[in-house]
Each structure stands twice: as C-alpha cells, then as structure tokens.
Nanobody, 121 residues
C-alpha cells in the first residue's frame, strides 16, 4: 500500500519548536519532490515548504528563517523542523509527494492524513 504518514505535531508555546516527520511506505521517497502544506480552520490550504529531487528547498515567506525541510533517504523520511513557532502557525500540517521530483503548487500524487500543530500559551 502506497502511503505517507505524518507525525510530530502537538501543542507548543509560542517561541517553541517541533519537528514533523513524513514517512513513506510502498514507494521510494527520494525519487519524489515532497511538500509540506498546512490548513488552518476557515482558511485555504497553504504550501509551506518543498524539497525537490536534488535537495533544493523552497519556503513560503512567512516561515523563511524559522522552518527547515530535510530528507533522510535511508529512513524514507522527510522532516520539517519548525522553530520560533507563532500562534499563526497553528494548523493541520500535511505532507505530499510529487513525481517528477519538482516542486509544483498543485498536482501532488500522494498525501498524508495530517498532523495537528497548535501554538498557544
């Protein structure tokens, strides 16, 4: 079964950190571009970050300097390290994989079920 599973979400205070993981099963994630998206209540889904097949990383302006996307090919996993979290980062975070290994805004092939991130004091 081809699937992506996210983990690592939770409740954190403003200024805190979380690391999200996106693990693939049934396919080799290093051959894909992997994007992280988020959706807050009442808002549209937003692209947060993406890493392409050669390791180039892209970020939405609101997270630049705070979030870092990375791969561990041996673990078939992509991470999103989130530092200096703000209340406006609160959302359900999803990872998605795209072939070819570019970073489009739409058209991803596989999606995870999401993990909740809540930033609140």
């Amino acid at each position: 079964q081809l699937q992506l599973v996210e983990s690592g979400g939770g409740l954190v205070q403003p200024g805190g950190s979380l690391r999200l993981s996106c693990v693939a099963s049934g396919f080799t994630l290093k051959n894909y571009a992997v994007g992280w998206f988020r959706q807050a209540p009442g808002k549209e889904r937003e692209g947060v970050s993406c890493i392409n097949g050669v390791g180039w990383a892209y970020y939405v302006d609101s997270v630049k300097g705070r979030f870092t996307i990375s791969r561990d090919n041996a673990k078939n996993t992509v991470y999103l390290q989130m530092n200096s979290l703000k209340p406006e980062d609160t959302a359900v975070y999803y990872c998605a994989a795209h072939l070819p290994a570019e970073c489009p805004s739409v058209g991803y092939d596989y999606w995870g079920q999401g993990t909740q991130v809540t930033v609140s004091s």
